[in-house]
């Protein structure tokens, strides 16, 4: 008989008579099996404890999330500080997974925070491009909506269907071909997603710099009002009006005027970028479609084994 770990151990060996168990075909007595499982708990006590809010990939997640916080603060007045901020948190979307990889700390965790922070960033965005082109706002407004809808089906299919240890990634070539190039294919899902987020920079850009698109934002300040802002003349007394400056006040007026850029670049990107943004919401409507049916497909399954249980 296999020596007992513990006196305690020991003690409880020796009040219980051996009792063969038959499993797998092996006689196995309980002594035995109550030696492996004190073995096993051993082992996985000795093993250190992982804390996965502190890994690697989440650690830069977080440092996105504060980027792009950064970014919708300096948002309403500051083009070139707010483009640079978003821009940094969106390539670093690139260096957590490139981390995840290196360090083999892949986690449903990390996957969750990560499209959250792509979904909530976008959609910051597109909120103030709403508000910047009114006209265009039911576009994007619609953009959002079918961002969170495919995604949101997409992930919620895999779990119920692929089940929980399925990646949202791992899309099978038979279901879709176009979706399995962008999941699996790196250079490809990167490409998709940085000219969709440079696209929608450049009509931020573009909301400073063109007349065409946003004349009353760069509506000149009167000057009797511009020159008495110039000589210390006070705009609002209220703290939080000078924190959230009122974007229709002249300080604010003034503030745009002073950081009108050219045009050319921006026109340019956005010229570039809009046709892989188009097609990222085509990927995003065969995302959703597939995701509703495969669904669909399941609950067909359920309700023909529910009725054959029933029958039997």
Not at 163 to 170: L, R, V
Not at 242 to 249: A, E, G, L, Q, V
């Amino acid at each position: 008989m296999p020596r007992a770990v513990t006196r305690k151990q020991a003690a409880a060996a020796s009040e219980q008579e051996q009792k063969p168990l038959v499993q797998n075909g092996n006689a196995r007595t309980e002594d035995s099996i109550r030696d492996a499982d004190v073995v096993a708990a051993a082992a996985t006590t000795a093993e250190p404890q992982e804390n996965i809010f502190l890994f690697w990939p989440n650690i830069i997640g977080y440092f996105r999330i504060v980027l792009a916080i950064a970014s919708l603060y300096y948002m309403p007045l500051h083009p070139r500080t707010c483009s640079l901020l978003y821009s940094t948190s969106c390539l670093l979307d690139a260096l957590d997974g490139y981390a995840a990889r290196y360090f083999d700390q892949s986690t449903r965790f990390g996957a969750v925070l990560d499209m959250i922070t792509d979904r909530c960033t976008t959609s910051s965005l597109l909120v103030f491009l709403s508000s910047s082109f009114p006209r265009w706002a039911i576009v994007f407004q619609s953009l959002i909506t079918l961002d969170f809808a495919s995604h949101y089906v997409h992930m919620f299919a895999t779990l119920a269907m692929g089940g929980s240890d399925t990646s949202h990634k791992n899309v099978d070539r038979s279901r879709s071909k176009i979706l399995n190039l962008y999941y699996t294919n790196r250079t490809v899902l990167f490409l998709f997603c940085l000219f969709n987020e440079t696209f929608f920079i450049a009509l931020y850009l573009l909301s400073f710099s063109s007349p065409l698109l946003s004349p009353n934002l760069l509506k000149t300040v009167p000057t009797q009002a511009a020159e008495a802002i110039r000589h210390g003349a006070e705009v609002n007394s209220s703290l939080l009006s000078h924190i959230f400056t009122n974007p229709y006040s002249a300080g604010a007026l003034e503030m745009a005027r002073a950081n009108k850029m050219d045009s050319f670049w921006p026109w340019v990107i956005a010229g570039v970028s809009f046709p892989v943004m188009f097609l990222k919401q085509f990927i995003n409507v065969i995302q959703l479609v597939k995701a509703c049916r495969w669904l669909a497909e399941g609950d067909v399954k359920s309700r023909r084994d529910r009725r054959k249980s029933k029958a039997a």
